[in-house]
């Protein structure tokens, strides 16, 4: 009987007691081998009471529940984005408005995010009585989030320019927020952002002067929502071999598109931009990037309820982003307008690339701000080996980790958002505008990376919770997945950086250096951050040295090279800003230790791996042999 012993001993049952006091005992049929046990004297009749108290008999679970991580007004506790704020865009009006916006998302947003997430769009293309109707179903929640976010001016902020050169920061502050609670609203919001600023950049005319005032308004039932059909069955991001949809004049200046759209996000919008070949009197097209143009589309039903000039063939089936109907689609006689120039719209959506990466960028940001509030505030509620996870050193440095990354984040996307208010309100210098070239595909590839690794140890940071779909924790991971990818994987886009530094005969590349040191010339008389400043003179030496070699190889030597040079621009001009936020009158503690420990890790990776030989000529092959490795024949 030592097991019985152990199990009814007086504490056990003592709080077993406490939990059900006030609540009908169970009655649990347990028989002992004796009167009395042997050496304490209990009855029977007193071990069959002290049965009665077991936690687990029956369909009860036990006392313990675990706490769940509780999502505060993300703006409050952002002390960075309110420091940020503080120090540029000090405005009593844009604080009340984050801060109340703030404790909406907190409050009600989030909520609808997560019913955008379990209830997924849906697509019906018959109705009852066997008409095609391909419509897309989505959840009452992501209607609430389109009038949203017209309500809350998430696109219209960055066209009235309430704060002049900082109302694209003032916009991408409000989308920080408003991102990791959005159920993925934020995708269809840039590719409506990109639109508006195309077709400004382009002329608000007729035909397209009705949908720029949708796309901006801030009326919710005027609301429109752009998408972006792009890539097509040969592939994405090389669209002048991959687009084969064709445009056939009509008559009255108009067109008519055939072709097929493998991969359309948010296909529930109200109108598109896509790429198509005009093509002649014989049928004939032109070939390559020349050959293509960009269209304007609205997505509308004849009279009967059908869609015009559309097949939906089926919703995508993603690992995330499922919140959003994304969908392959044969159009069959859209009506469309030309908005670029015959040939140009390959150049005519360079506009939209800067938006929808910025707001790619800023996606990436968010994602990682709130794994890393949601674990902060975990870690005051879970206790683990006798005390909370926030007094286990290792626990909290693995936070710290996390924190300081973010925080090289946000500082990238903001300045990256700064420079693109800068320009569109007429201020920028020549050096503004070469570092925004230069900095946009750096952010979008660096931080998109950041994201997957910090969100992934922030599930890790909640053990076994982070793992289960239904804490909604998991989404997060799965989402972030995407954000290397669109809009240009990391590749893709680390040779757009160098298409860039060429196209500029190195402009930009002069333009950061000159930036990028004049961020560290406030902070030489610092002497808490002259270790970080030491770091970022000697990866500042190091990158120009790099680039001085690598012009006097051939091309294949710096494409090798392409994605460690991005990754070193990235780190290096990260830790400047952290630097220099740091030397700013209102800067805290915090922000001094984050530019140090920022600045402690290998800030320029390309100039390290040229040292041990990684771009030679003879890697391609070698690389290539390891990947295509196979057992021999015996």
């Known amino acids: 009987m030592s097991a019985c012993s152990a199990l009814l001993n007086s504490r056990v049952a003592g709080g077993c007691f406490r ?42 679970i036990g006392s313990f529940f675990q706490e769940r991580p509780v999502l505060k007004n993300p703006f409050l506790e952002d002390a960075l984005l309110r420091g940020y704020l503080r120090r540029h865009l000090p405005q009593e009006a844009a604080f009340s408005d984050l801060c109340a916006f703030g404790e909406r998302v907190s409050k009600e947003v989030d909520v609808w995010g997560r019913e955008c997430e379990v209830t ?36 219209a902020i960055g066209y009235e320019r309430p704060f002049g050169e900082w109302s694209r920061v003032y916009q991408m502050c409000k989308l920080y927020i408003y991102s990791p609670s959005s159920g993925l609203y934020t995708c269809p919001l840039a590719m409506t952002d990109g639109a508006a600023k195309v077709i400004q950049s382009v002329g608000v005319s007729w035909p397209v002067d009705e949908a720029y005032s949708r796309l901006t308004t801030r009326q919710p039932e005027r609301f429109w929502t752009s998408g972006q059909w792009m890539t097509e069955r040969q592939g994405g991001s090389d669209v002048a071999r991959g687009t084969e949809t064709v445009a056939v004049p009509q008559t009255d200046g108009s067109y008519k598109l055939h072709g097929f759209k493998w991969f359309t996000s948010a296909t529930d919008a109200d109108m598109t931009l896509t790429l198509a070949r005009i093509q002649d009197r014989t049928g004939a097209t032109t070939p390559g990037s020349r050959g293509l143009s960009l269209f304007y589309a609205e997505v509308s039903r004849d009279e009967d309820g059908l869609l015009k000039g559309i097949e939906v063939q089926r919703l995508k089936d993603k690992l995330g982003t499922r919140q959003m109907p994304t969908a392959e689609l044969l159009l069959d006689g859209l009506p469309a307008h030309r908005l670029s120039e ?50 286990h050193p290792l626990h909290m440095q693995t936070l710290a980790r996390m924190e300081v990354e973010t925080r090289g ?18 201020m920028a210098t020549q050096l503004d505008t070469n570092l925004l070239r230069l900095l946009t595909p750096v952010v979008k590839l660096y931080t998109g990376k950041q994201a997957v ?60 250096f000159t930036h990028t040191k004049s961020l560290l010339a406030g902070a030489s008389s610092v002497s808490s951050l002259a270790p970080a ?85 003879s890697t391609p092959a070698l690389d290539a042999a390891l990947v295509y490795d196979r057992p021999t024949q015996d």
């Open 409 to 426: 984040a946000f500082l990238l996307v903001m300045d990256v958002c700064r420079l693109l208010g800068r320009e569109e309100s007429g």
């Open 533 to 617: 400043v030491k770091a970022l003179d000697r990866a500042l030496s190091e990158l120009e040295d790099f680039v001085q070699v690598a012009a006097s190889k051939g091309p294949a030597y710096l494409e090798l090279a392409a994605r460690d040079l991005a990754y070193s621009l990235a780190r290096i001009y990260a830790g400047a800003l952290l630097i220099d936020h740091a030397c700013w009158k209102g800067a805290s503690p915090s922000d001094t230790y984050a530019a140090l420990r920022w600045c402690e890790q290998d800030l320029c990776p390309v100039a390290s791996k040229q040292a041990r030989g990684c771009y030679d000529p």
């Open 342 to 391: 015959v040939g140009r719209g390959v150049a005519s959506i360079a506009n939209m690339l800067t938006i929808t990466r910025i707001h790619n960028s800023i996606s990436a940001a968010a994602a990682m701000r709130r794994v890393v509030q949601l674990a902060g505030d975990y870690a005051t509620r879970r206790t683990a080996f006798g005390k909370l996870l926030k007094d």
């Open 453 to 512: 690794a910090v969100v992934s140890e922030g599930l890790e940071s909640f053990g076994g919770q982070g793992y289960i779909e239904d804490t909604g924790l998991p989404g997060l991971l799965r989402d972030a997945q995407v954000l290397s990818i669109w809009e240009g994987t990391t590749n893709v886009l680390s040779l757009d950086v160098l298409r860039c530094v060429a196209r500029s005969s190195g402009l930009v590349l002069h333009a950061y």
């Open 120 to 155: 997924p769009p849906q697509l019906v293309h018959f109705d009852p009585w066997g008409r095609r109707v391909d419509h897309i179903e989505t959840s009452p929640a992501w209607k609430r989030m389109k009038d949203l976010s017209a309500q809350e001016g998430l696109v």
């Open 19 to 60: 939990l059900w006091r006030g609540v009908p005992r169970p009655v649990v049929h347990f028989r002992s081998a004796s009167v009395a046990e042997r050496g304490t004297g209990r009855s029977d009749e007193e071990l069959w009471e002290a049965a009665s108290y077991l936690p687990f008999s029956g369909a009860r």
